[in-house]
């Protein structure tokens, strides 16, 4: 009963948007499994681990939001006219867990491709999952007060934040500091990389503030939209990307599947 969806009654419509947008995340990360898998050859073997974190990022993904597709369904019957709350909930904890094992797999992928190794890898790796973790956890604890207690939903979001912010840095200077051995192209799409996580993960915050800024039936669904363009951009536009900047690597460290798959149109005529 924490979340502030169980409070509502929703329109058909209001409803339906919120059934839709979970069963599209279900189908992106679904298909983006099926492309990470039959891309992965296209990258030299040092930088397939990326491909293959991204396949695991898919299939827990998807089963969480198989999980709050299916929940979001029970939570509610309908009467005739609106959907009403039944004696099932709904709770977008679950995304918190899933988070646990999905925000280390994406920070892991990232030094692996950058090429970060020996003991800057170790430092830098145990750095992002300890913070990753407690900025999750912390956000965990605070979403449990946003219908009753919205300064500690601050409180809590806002510890949480200085935990991403750490990351944000940290990232930022793995980013900085490999760009200097890439070619021009590379480390124009490594900096792009770096821009479309601060964008997508900002996402995230700001769906954890919609009870403090639209306590609303329209606000829970803004909420659900928002989280499924975050899911889509950190996990599978993000891995896409990644998965191209190793075989742009790859290609140029002279791997010839990854030459071969650098003709095709995507890559442009480089
Ligand atoms: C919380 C609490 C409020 C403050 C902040 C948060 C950040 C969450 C983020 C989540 C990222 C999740 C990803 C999942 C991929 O599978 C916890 C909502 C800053 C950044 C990338």
Redesign the pocket.
């Known amino acids: 009963m924490e979340n502030m969806e169980n409070l509502f009654s929703y329109s058909s419509v209001q409803h339906d948007i919120i059934n839709h947008v979970l069963v599209l995340g279900v189908g992106a990360t679904t298909t983006g499994l099926v492309y990470f898998i039959l891309t992965m050859k296209e990258s030299a073997p040092k930088y397939q681990l990326s491909s293959i974190i991204s396949a695991v990022?898919m299939v827990s993904?998807a089963l969480i939001l198989f999980n709050q597709q299916q929940s979001w369904h029970q939570a509610f019957t309908w009467d005739g006219n609106k959907w009403n709350p039944s004696e099932a909930t709904f709770s977008n904890g679950f995304r918190y867990v899933n988070?646990s094992i999905?925000?280390p797999m994406?920070l892991t992928q990232l030094l692996i491709v950058l090429g970060v190794s020996g003991a800057a890898f170790r430092r830098r790796w145990v750095g992002l999952v300890v913070a990753g973790l407690l900025?999750?956890y912390t956000?965990y604890v605070?979403q449990f007060y946003e219908t009753t207690d919205i300064s500690k939903l601050l409180i809590w979001?806002a510890i949480?934040?200085v935990f991403?912010i750490y990351i944000c840095y940290i990232v930022g200077i793995s980013v900085a500091e490999t760009n200097v051995n890439m070619s021009p192209k590379a480390a124009k799409r490594a900096k792009a990389l770096f821009w479309l996580l601060i964008v997508a993960?900002t996402l995230?915050?700001i769906a954890?503030l919609v009870p403090w800024l639209s306590p609303t039936p329209n606000g829970m669904v803004a909420r659900q939209i928002l989280y499924t363009i975050a899911?889509i951009t950190?996990?599978v536009i993000y891995g896409i990307m990644l998965g191209q900047l190793a075989t742009r690597l790859s290609a140029e460290e002279g791997y010839e599947p990854a030459r071969e798959a650098m003709k095709s149109v995507i890559y442009g005529r480089d």
């Open positions: 990022v993904a988070w999905d925000v994406l900025m999750i956000g605070g979001g949480s934040t991403m993960w995230y915050p954890y899911d950190s996990k």
